[in-house]
């Protein structure tokens, strides 16, 4: 009897084995099938960048160069003003942040940490227009920003997104799990607000100041819509939107597409660098304010 109860336990103990590797296996599989769908589009665009264009509207499409082209990517970064796109979002992109860490965290102490009349009225206010599309506020903040004659600077592409509601809500809600007793320790010692928020606050919301960091570099890094609408001067604008017109003086009449996808390849390496440097602080964003006091 004993016998047949232990040689039951392992019978199932080996089916319950079986099954989680069937189902690891099959989790596996479907993963694989989503990282490919996902690495298509990049290896196309890495394997186009290195062809030449005879060879891109050859029929049928091949995957890879026969003969890979390096200088197409010197080419592109000589083509026009390339250089100058590509620093235009490097500068955009580090002054969004500068000002967005800046702003977005002293409005998350004073939400989050300060008592005031009316303070969670206010607060679902801001939220709520999390739900209004940008598309809807670009005619207004166009009239606006026409009337003070910042068009085709680089003021209209930094200020309007240094207040960002989802960044504000993100600092808010870390800020929130933060010891009040930890604070009141300081206001003890003759502490102020403002020493507090800068000796106190900033160092323990260092991990949620870089996810901020990167989110917001990734935002202005790609953003097409809101400086096409706003800029009409190539010397101010940045590489996302101009890169879809790139040419060279023997390409006038024709779009080169091998330099176009060199240029893509150029701006993507930022953002897969940043990432790879960042993850640690991007990955823990997705966990900000889970931990509460």
Known sequence: MAADTKTGKRGGLTSRRRKKTIVNVICFILLAAASLTVLMPLWFMVSTALKSM??????????????????????????????????NSVFVAAFAIIGGVLANSLVAYGFAKIRFPGRNIMFSIILATMMIPVEITIPAIYLMFSKVHMLNTYSVQIFPGIANVFCLFMLKQYMDSLPNSLLEAARLDGAGDISIYQKVVLPLVSPAIGALAILTFLGKWNDYLWPSMLLTRTEVMPIMVVLPTLNTGNSQWSTPWELVMAGCVIVTLPLIIVFFIFQDQFMSSVTIGAVKE
Not at 60 to 72: L, V
Request: net charge negative.
């Open 54 to 87: 005879d060879e891109i509207f050859t029929y049928p499409i091949t995957w890879y160069p026969h003969e890979p082209i390096w200088s197409n990517f010197k080419d592109a970064w000589v083509s026009a003003e390339f250089t100058r796109w590509f620093f």
